[in-house]
């Protein structure tokens, strides 16, 4: 939605209209535009958030209300919709970007070429292909040769139990074998496995169980999460660990089955692999499977990829299986965990973006930088020792903005047209030589070291088109992802109040304080987990960290859901973080132009907090609510409510000393 600025005529109709909109109004307490409170009552001046505030709302009670409570009150979600808002509009470009590059008139060649290796008659061959597989599997006569069967599965590109990909970890390329943990993907039903493979309902049956038993370890295990909850538009890279083959072997106990898969995939005994440590739980669930009941596994994890990327026609004759087009099979590649074509499209979708609003951005980090490094210096409850470690750690950081300085590594990183016969190949098979394509790439590409290449490695797992940006602590490493850079988050067009508030707290500043939230802080700017802390600054830290997660549990959200302070804590503390240093920078930026005080810069001031509530801006549904119950950010009214209430510059701009959400000057945070 364009915010535009109101022309004079306008802003005298919102100076009358307070009269009748602001809380227990009356023509004296009504205040002017000059920004002069007498108490009790909201400022009526000029915004560029006008449309968005809803005056009968008082600061001190709900500032989130008050900054986005009119766009609340007039938007509605539509049927199906979980919600929609000012970051919910980047999902919306990422799927229209998607649908472009997946329709009949794509401009990538790969793409292209899937397209028009559609046949009508091609999910017939297709099942062929795919039941050689199963045949493959069937022909094992022992445990031991299984084993070398999964491994092989897995260098083509499936989940067979683990996925042969690529990590950017302490800065260098590493190979990574990743657990279901990141895939959370179980979509074939029995009747998948009937209507693809032709199996019958009885071999369905032990099937399904097998996986249903696998789940259920993997979540009792922890590796994966009980329900899945879908794309979040913030997060932290999953943990993972370096070791070497004999190491990764050991790690895995007694079992025979994860030693033998790993020797299988013949990775060097030298090499670093990077790994989660949930190795001996997987191999001793493997371990106890009998040699069909791997069968079984194995065969699920073919079909519950393969499927999603065969051809049906609408009009095929065969009751179990439903039509599924070109497009929907390409959709499902695109967004398919660790797509094989994620960072082919990623160079493509970073075409759209003006180099300008790269560079502008990019400027604004270093900005970020220096504004985060003045006050780590200002920061009276820390030593000068642990100051000059966080600043160390600080200047270490590695911030991508969009795409590497030097993009010309990107080819070596991409799959390729397929090279099969273009009159017999199918999509489905061209698919899974894309899958291979992209295993073939990662074992090239390990132990690579330059910051490009770094880039690349976390690209698959994170598209420039995804909603995301992310930290990693294993490489001190901030991720702005090529999405952040054009509206709604950043957008050269709108005053520097927004940009400052919306890109420059919710996403730069955001990120980098995860470098030093209470899970970011136990690692060194070399990425490695250790302490860098004195005992009395550690001390004093989780005692602020204390009272954010008592500030936190005091709120609750949308309708009465409860919010846990403690599961929300680093995310909670990446948004005040973020939020300081941002609101400084802002400060650096309005002084550049001259405007350091006066009625203008108290108001300018204001625009900045009001542009942080729109960062925020959701409509959320019931589920979308519910969704926050365990996820790691707080809800999105919870953002702006649980932070700006903490800062003392928020009260001298709105000249805010009452109301609800009102807090002593004592009872204020401030971190970072």
Not at 19 to 39: F, K, M, P, W, Y
Not at 240 to 254: C, I, P, V
Not at 323 to 335: H, P, S
Not at 353 to 358: C, F
Request: contains cysteine; proline residues 2%; glycine residues 6%.
């Amino acid at each position: 939605m364009t915010l535009r600025k109101k022309n004079l005529w306008i802003l005298t109709a919102i100076l009358i209209s307070g009269l009748l909109v602001t809380s227990c109004a009356r023509e004296d307490d009504i205040t002017d535009t000059n920004g002069q409170d007498d108490g009790g009552m909201n400022i009526v001046e000029q915004t560029d958030f006008a449309e968005y505030i809803n005056q009968n709302v008082y600061v001190g009670d709900d500032f989130y209300e008050y900054a986005v409570g009119k766009w609340l009150e007039n938007n509605s979600l539509k049927q199906d919709q979980r919600w929609i808002g000012t970051m919910s509009t980047q999902e919306e470009y990422m799927k229209q970007f998607i649908c472009t590059v997946c329709g009949p008139d794509t401009k990538d060649d790969v793409m292209r070429r899937l397209c028009d290796t559609y046949h009508k008659t091609g999910f017939e061959n297709d099942q062929k292909v795919l039941k050689a597989k199963l045949d493959q599997v069937d022909a094992v006569d022992t445990k031991e040769n299984m084993w070398t069967l999964m491994a092989q599965f897995i260098n083509e590109g499936y989940t067979i139990p683990v996925s042969l990909l690529c990590d950017n970890q302490l800065r260098t390329v590493n190979v990574s074998l990743d657990f279901p943990e990141s895939l959370q993907e179980f979509s074939a039903t029995g009747k998948t496995l009937m209507a693809y493979a032709g199996m019958t309902e009885e071999d369905t049956v032990k099937v399904m169980n097998v996986i249903k038993d696998w789940k259920d370890m993997l979540v009792k295990e922890k590796i994966i999460k009980n329900r899945l909850s879908g794309n979040t538009h913030r997060y932290t890279m999953s943990r993972k660990e370096l070791f070497n083959l004999n190491t990764l072997a050991r790690r895995a106990g007694s079992t025979n089955s994860m030693a033998a898969i790993l020797n299988a995939l013949q990775l060097e005994d030298t090499e670093k692999i990077s790994a989660d440590k949930k190795f001996i739980a997987v191999g001793n669930y493997l371990d106890k499977l009998t040699l069909d009941e791997l069968k079984w596994f194995s065969k699920y994890n073919i079909i519950n990829r393969d499927y999603l990327f065969m051809v049906a026609p609408a009009d095929y004759q065969d009751d179990m299986v439903e039509g599924i087009g070109v497009t929907e099979v390409l959709t499902n590649l695109v967004n398919y965990p660790f797509s094989p074509v994620s960072i082919r499209l990623s160079g493509l979708y970073n075409k759209t973006i003006p180099v300008a609003n790269r560079d502008a951005v990019t400027k604004m980090c270093e900005e970020f930088r220096t504004t985060f490094k003045e006050r780590i210096n200002s920061r009276e409850w820390m030593s000068e020792a642990t100051k000059q470690k966080a600043i160390e750690k600080l200047e270490a950081m590695q911030i991508y903005v969009g795409w590497p300085d030097d993009d010309t590594k990107r080819a070596d990183w991409e799959v390729q047209v397929p090279q099969t016969d273009k009159a017999t190949s199918t999509t489905y098979l061209d698919i899974c030589d894309l899958f291979k394509q992209r295993t073939a790439i990662i074992r090239n590409k390990k132990g690579q070291k330059s910051l490009a290449e770094q880039f690349y490695a976390n690209e698959i797992y994170s598209s420039s088109y995804t909603a995301n940006a992310f930290y990693s602590p294993e490489s001190n490493s901030a991720f702005i992802l090529a999405i952040n850079l054009v509206a709604p988050i950043y957008d050269p067009t709108k005053s520097d109040a927004y940009n400052y508030a919306v890109l420059g707290a919710s996403t730069i500043g955001h990120e980098m304080t995860h470098g030093f939230d209470s899970d970011g802080s136990l690692y060194s700017k070399d990425g490695k987990k250790e302490n860098w802390w004195t005992a009395q600054d550690k001390q004093q830290f989780e005692a602020l960290q204390k009272k954010m997660i008592d500030n936190f549990n005091a709120f609750t959200y949308g309708p009465g859901y409860q919010c846990d302070g403690k599961n929300t804590l680093a995310e909670n503390i990446a948004d005040l973080g973020g939020l300081y240093i941002s609101y400084d920078t802002y400060l650096k930026r309005l002084k550049e132009k001259g405007i350091s005080e006066g009625a203008e810069f108290q108001r300018l001031c204001r625009e900045f907090f009001r542009a942080f509530g729109y960062a925020w801006m959701a409509k959320m549904s019931e589920k979308g609510w519910k969704k926050y119950l365990k996820d790691v950010h707080s809800a999105p009214c919870l953002r702006v409510n649980g932070n700006v209430y903490l800062m003392d510059a928020f009260y001298d701009a709105f000249q805010t000393e009452s109301g609800k959400l009102y807090k002593a000057p004592d009872q204020r945070i401030e971190i970072w």
